[in-house]
């Protein structure tokens, strides 16, 4: 089945260092998007990508970078993790119209920063 | 932009009774209200979602409502059974398929 995947799936970092979360689909959509998710916050958008060659911020893109290296491809990068970005982060993609308004969210990507 | 707010943030609720979740929102222009079902340790997936020119859409045992003019909608669970437990995002977009601003999310647990 077509499908939203993230690597890793945990990852456990000091304050400092430089993360990168990737993120992959066969679904073949155009869109795709990062999410944070903290308790209680919902889910809050950091970048999202409608191709290839389109990056736009969201709400909280501060201390954030992406990357869209292909179609299916979405990398965000965390230049110098602090521990405030600890969160579970969530990619997504969608494909309107002809695939539907829903956003397909990837399993998720546990980062704890220390 | 846009402000989505949702209440309550926790809901227990006994088997077989109805559930409520209510989401506000604060940009007029949105014109598309989906609704996320998060299991334990899942990632969000789609339950019901309405547009702005409609009032209310069911789907089996869960409906949406939607009153544009207070800003407001909600989502009605009947017959609540355990499997209904989960965490439920609502959310508002200008235009389908453009990004979402999401609410904080409501806990409901479905007590056997």
């Known amino acids: 089945d077509a499908d939203v995947t993230q690597t890793p799936r945990n990852r456990i970092t000091k304050t400092g260092k430089r993360i990168m979360l990737e993120c992959s689909q066969t679904?073949?959509?155009?869109?795709m998007y990062w999410y944070r998710q903290d308790p209680g916050l919902g889910l809050r958008l950091i970048y999202y990508?409608?191709?290839?060659?389109?990056?736009n911020k969201g709400e909280i893109s501060d201390g954030y970078s992406v990357s869209r290296q292909a179609q299916a491809k979405f990398s965000l990068s965390l230049e110098s993790a602090i521990p405030n970005q600890t969160a579970l982060y969530f990619c997504?993609?969608?494909?309107?119209?002809?695939?539907?308004?829903?956003?397909?969210f990837g399993p998720g990507t546990r980062l704890t920063v220390l | 932009g846009e402000n989505v707010e949702q209440h309550p943030s926790t809901l227990s609720v006994q088997e077989g009774d109805s559930a409520v979740i209510k989401c506000t929102y604060s940009d007029s222009a949105s014109n598309y209200f989906p609704w996320y079902k998060q299991e334990l340790g899942k990632r969000p997936q789609l339950i019901i979602d309405?547009?702005?020119?409609?009032g209310e859409k069911k789907d089996q045992r869960i409906a949406v409502t939607l009153n544009k003019t207070a800003k407001h909608f909600s989502l009605h669970i009947t017959e609540t059974q355990p499997e209904d437990s989960a965490v439920y995002f609502c959310a508002a977009s200008l235009n389908a398929g453009n990004m979402l601003t999401f609410g904080g999310g409501t806990r409901l647990m479905v007590k056997p």
């Open positions: 990508s409608f191709d290839v060659k389109d990056i």
């Open positions: 997504a993609t969608s494909d309107p119209p002809l695939g539907g308004n829903e956003q397909f």
């Open positions: 309405i547009r702005s020119n409609v």
């Open positions: 679904k073949g959509h155009d869109r």
